[in-house]
């Protein structure tokens, strides 16, 4: 690591700042696209896509794209649409999840499903799918194209195999981490490395910025599991606890239940069954999960991760582009503290 990149855990605070301010005309740009493509003649599509859409999410994906394309010095514009079909797959997935997992908060907001009702929800999810698919094939690059639909049924694996260790406390550290890499992580390296491909850049590079959205993705996963169990409903914008009470098996549970006693073992079984989930037993499972270091050790596999990602950045040139990278990486870890 060069003396230009700062360490994970530095006493600065961590901004996302650097990179919106690095892609702000870009975004702009995307933004368009995005409100575009999400109108309808069924009055219902802009209406519920815009309640998720509009509700404050930082853009994450999309400016990752926008943001390796800088990297590269890409002087073209078809990074816009494709910024906007990352944007529309992960909009998607989000209206599906809230579905699956019953929700009633997102980012602080009703969720459309409380709102609209799944039916609505899970169709106008659909319908976003539809539309990033129909801004690839504009694109015309079957490489873009293969990327971003292997992302999609990627993630939707992801779901399918989170779903089926739901409620499982035998899920173990491995198995959980390949969930999140591709419920997740897939999407955060495919929207970095089609930024190499618009870019005509060989297929190390394309590798790189892979290897970069990927750990990166893993990291902000990981940080978000730790907060469930370590925050409040404000700032984590869900409910308190949703995790636990779905019998989500995460890695502060993972690591709890590995390290508890037979009786805290037990309490775990009946818990992610869905028999202990009152709020006195959200409180034991928090104080199970501070007394076996499961939030900080979370979070240091987390800052591994995030290593890993900006260790995927030394090969690029120093500048203004790969320091708002960077910095996007220690934002990500940053939100737990």
């Keep these: ?110 969720t459309a499903n409380i709102i609209w009702g799944n039916p609505a929800s899970v169709l106008v999810g659909d319908f976003l799918f539809s539309r990033s698919f129909e801004l690839m094939v504009e694109d015309g690059s079957l490489k873009v194209l293969k990327i971003l639909s292997r992302a999609s049924s990627v993630i939707a694996e992801g779901e399918v195999d989170q779903l089926t260790a739901q409620r499982r406390i035998e899920t173990g550290e491995d198995h959980y981490l390949e969930i999140i890499a591709a419920k997740t992580a897939a999407l955060f390296a495919a929207a970095c490395r089609i930024a190499a491909v618009v870019a005509e850049r060989e297929e190390a590079v394309e590798e790189a910025l892979d290897a970069y959205g990927r750990n990166l993705g893993v990291a902000f996963q990981l940080v978000d599991d730790a907060i469930d169990y370590a925050s409040d409903a404000k700032t984590m914008g869900k409910g308190v606890g949703d995790d636990f009470r779905d019998g989500k098996v995460t890695l502060p549970v993972i690591l709890a239940y590995a390290r508890g006693t037979g009786e805290e073992r037990e309490f775990w079984r009946e818990a992610i069954a869905g028999r202990r989930a009152g709020d006195e037993d959200l409180a034991h499972a928090i104080r199970l999960i501070e007394r076996h270091d499961a939030i900080s050790d979370t979070l240091e596999r987390a800052r591994h991760y995030g290593r890993r990602a900006i260790d995927a950045l030394g090969p690029f040139p120093a500048g203004r582009a790969r320091s708002a990278l960077v910095e996007a990486v220690e934002f990500a870890i940053a939100r737990a503290y």
């Excluded at 360490?7 to 933004?31: E, Y």
């Excluded at 998720?52 to 990297?71: D, H, N, Q, S, V």
């Design 1 to 110: 690591m060069t003396a230009t990149v700062h360490p994970i855990g530095a006493v600065r605070a961590a901004s996302l700042d650097p990179i919106v301010q690095l892609v702000a005309a870009d975004l702009n740009h995307v933004n368009a696209v995005i409100l575009d493509r999400m109108q309808s003649e069924v009055a219902l599509i802009p209406e519920l896509a815009g309640h998720l859409i509009a509700g404050g999410g930082k853009r994450m994906r999309p400016m990752l794209t926008l943001a390796c394309a800088r990297l590269l010095d890409y002087q073209g514009s078809r990074h816009h649409k494709l910024a906007a079909a990352v944007e529309f797959i992960h909009t998607a997935t989000l209206l599906h999840d809230d579905v699956v997992d019953g929700s009633g908060l997102r980012r602080g907001r009703r």
